[in-house]
């Protein structure tokens, strides 16, 4: 009688031993891969737009994600990235909040061997991979479009994202670029709303009263900021003197583009951002072979070409 409860205790505990390792495997038998994901923020509608495009793909893959929202802080960044080590994540995806001050995130994980793949923006410690765009090449496009809007010559106004974030330094470096090659443009202004659409507006608002009809165009490094300066612009009576043009390719953006209150935005891909760093991701985590880096190329959007972006 003790030898048959004994066996049948046996084969309980054998029962609940596998349905825990089945619970913790994929679908096809595999371990169930677990990728950490540590966004900038999540008040940004672009950033958003990366990330829930990581998080179809990762459920397509049978992929397990802990996201977590930085909320603009690099100091708060680094303590997300320490605590998926703690956990023994397969795989890191961040999208960081600085260059610098995200970096240590970076050094971290590969000290722990975990891989980390940036998203959107850069640190200037090297991670496994960097998949998103050249944001050099953004800037240029949007302030050639300026300069070919006011035939070479106007006072131009430009917003900062987040200072210190490499879509800011980048941006800022590819507008700059294009300026030396118009002598007759002159930037009157720049100064950080921190992509924020309040912010901007607030800011245009102020650059209105300083500046007035002396303004020929803006130049904001986001949607968000563009969107703000078009509000604030439009209520002075202003935006018809104004050329506005921005990044991203929001959909209030592209809704402006078609109205005529935005001149131009460009696009940027935030579903191929996503899909590929979850999907360099599990590359990595199952040891296969990868791209260091992805560099997705930015589009100009007017209204000549709008229908194609819109969905």
């Not at 990728?35 to 990330?51: D, K, R, T």
């Not at 941006?171 to 002159?186: H, I, M, N």
Request: proline letters at 2%.
């Amino acid at each position: 009688m003790k030898r048959i409860i004994f066996y049948s205790f046996s084969l309980l505990i054998a029962s609940l031993l596998t349905s825990c390792n089945q619970s913790s495997s994929g679908e096809n038998g595999e371990k169930k891969l677990t990728v950490g994901v540590s966004m900038l923020s999540m008040q940004n509608e672009f950033i958003v737009n990366v990330h829930d495009e990581i998080e179809k793909k990762a459920k397509e893959s049978d992929v397990e994600l802990i996201t977590v929202d930085a909320e603009r802080s690099a100091l708060k960044q680094i303590e997300q990235v320490e605590s998926f080590i703690a956990q023994g994540v397969d795989a890191i995806i961040m999208n960081p909040c600085e260059v610098e001050a995200s970096s240590p995130a970076v050094t971290k994980a590969l000290a722990a061997n975990i891989p980390i793949i940036n998203v959107n923006s850069e640190t200037t410690a090297k991670p496994s991979a960097f998949i998103g765009s050249d944001d050099v090449e953004s800037a240029r496009i949007a302030m050639k479009f300026v300069a070919e809007k006011l035939n070479g010559k106007g006072n131009v106004l430009m917003m900062h994202g987040y200072m210190g974030q490499a879509a800011q330094i980048k941006r800022e470096q590819g507008a700059r670029e294009v300026l030396k090659q118009y002598p007759g443009l002159k930037l009157i202004a720049h100064q950080t709303a921190e992509w924020d659409r309040a912010k901007a507006m607030a800011l245009m608002e102020n650059w209105i009263q300083s500046y007035g009809n002396t303004i020929n165009a803006v130049f904001a490094q986001n949607d968000e900021m563009g969107m703000g300066a078009v509000k604030a612009l439009t209520d002075a009576g202003l935006k018809d003197k104004v050329v506005v043009v921005s990044i991203d390719a929001i959909p209030d953006a592209l809704q402006a583009v078609q109205k005529g209150t935005l001149d131009a935005t460009v696009f940027q891909n935030a579903e191929q951002q996503g899909a590929q760093a979850i999907e360099t991701a599990i590359k990595i985590a199952k040891g296969q072979s990868y791209e260091k880096e992805t560099l997705i190329p930015f589009q100009l959007v007017t209204k000549e070409n709008l229908a194609k972006f819109m969905k």
